[in-house]
């Protein structure tokens, strides 16, 4: 597929639909590599409109790792409302990327962030907006490695037919290794066709192929066991976990959106995992182990970030923000250094039960409404018992 921009053909479709700006790209801190001095070219996609896909943590985490490689380039690309769907069928211009507005089938890796499975039919929409064949089975070497990740695909079971392989856990350091071996299989004149480059992903054990194994299904519908239909292939796939967040601080430079997005904020990972135990929540079990920034790397992040964007309002980020063990400290740190600024803090994620009075005076101090949004309480007294089955505290 030619790798030339659509944006021409675009431009003029733009008048005819609505929040046209959101297609334009050209965002704060957003990057644009030259395209013919790169090795390994990325599409990166939350599958989601462009208001909800461009404050993604993870995507615009990804976006700014792989830029920062040397041969290395990642574009971005989001769902396209119905209105332009339409337009874009009907003057064949395919699923683009909003920074240089490239074909997506153009690209080596078509990388798909899923948060929940609503983002399934999404993918499905863009593949065959970009040309891409639905199923995995029907791609070619001429088309993009269609790779998943995300929360949505811890089981990336249910979409194995339209994927060509999946990434479980943490993707920093994944996506770089997925890169060199690309790289590599490109430069010795890509032998072997796809199936060898999905091979060579498949034998470091960090990356789900389903091409190379049988899924045996229980009568009830649950999975049974999965197993490899080919030599060399690992039978268990490891989860990639990033121990020390601090030795990841990204993103460095946040994006700042063109059009009104659901968070305008500069967010801060303060940790990942979470110290609950809620067996129904899959979020909790799946990001284990707990690891938490410093409150040092949490101040420097909120620095630059601030320099970067000029946003007035940061976001402590984690499954249940007000859990990290170092919270008070975090909180009036913060509060003191950004007084004058009147940049406001807010903890988008946090339970009742791990909430105070102390954190609250410290995230208003500064004159500004702070963001807050609590987990909703577990089961009533009449519940007990569910409840504790679930091993919920009920606050």
Not at 132 to 145: F, G, M, Q, S, W
Not at 227 to 254: A, C, F, I
Not at 308 to 333: Q, W, Y
Request: charged share 25%; with cysteine.
């Amino acid at each position: 597929m030619s790798a030339a921009s659509v944006f021409p053909q675009l431009e003029a479709l733009l008048p005819h639909v609505q929040k046209p700006i959101q297609y334009v790209g050209g965002e704060l801190n957003s990057t644009v590599k030259d395209w013919d001095s790169c090795d390994v070219r990325w599409t990166l996609m939350y599958p989601d409109a462009y208001e909800v896909g461009l404050p993604n943590q993870g995507v615009m985490i990804l976006y700014e790792v792989l830029n920062e490689r040397e041969g290395v380039l990642a574009e971005r690309t989001y769902s396209v409302w119905p209105d332009l769907e339409e337009l874009m069928r009907e003057h064949n211009v395919p699923q683009f990327t909003v920074d240089s507005h490239r074909p997506v089938g153009a690209f080596d890796i078509f990388g798909l962030s899923f948060s929940t499975e609503l983002g399934y039919t999404n993918m499905l929409t863009a593949l065959d907006l970009a040309g891409i064949p639905l199923e995995a089975k029907d791609r070619t070497v001429d088309h993009p490695i269609v790779l998943a990740g995300g929360h949505a695909a811890f089981n990336p079971e249910p979409i194995a037919e339209f994927i060509d392989c999946a990434v479980i856990g943490d993707g920093e350091q994944a996506v770089l290794e997925i890169t060199e071996i690309v790289r590599a299989w490109k430069a010795e004149g890509r032998p072997g066709g796809r199936d060898e480059v999905l091979f060579r992903l498949s034998k470091t054990g960090g990356v789900y192929v389903p091409r190379f194994y049988d899924v045996e299904y229980l009568p009830d519908g649950r999975i049974g066991r999965v197993v490899p239909n080919r030599s060399g292939v690992p039978w268990r796939v490891s989860k990639h976990t990033v121990m020390d967040l601090d030795e990841w601080p990204y993103p460095k430079q946040p994006l700042v959106p063109l059009a009104e997005t659901v968070h305008e904020r500069m967010s801060v990972e303060i940790f990942r995992g979470c110290t609950r135990g809620c067996r129904f929540c899959q979020a909790g079990m799946i990001t284990r182990p707990v690891r938490e920034r410093s409150i040092t790397g949490i101040g420097e992040m909120v620095e630059k970030g601030l320099k970067a964007t000029g946003f007035e309002e940061v976001g402590l980020l984690s499954l249940s923000s007000a859990d990290h063990s170092e919270i008070g400290d975090i909180a009036k740190g913060l509060a003191d250094r950004y007084t004058d600024d009147k940049v406001g803090l807010s903890l988008p994620s946090t339970r009742v039960d791990a909430f105070n009075v102390d954190l609250a005076n410290e995230l208003t101090r500064n004159g500004r409404r702070s963001g807050l949004t609590f987990a909703p309480r577990a089961a009533p007294s009449g519940c007990a018992r569910s409840s504790t089955r679930w091993s919920r505290r009920r606050t």
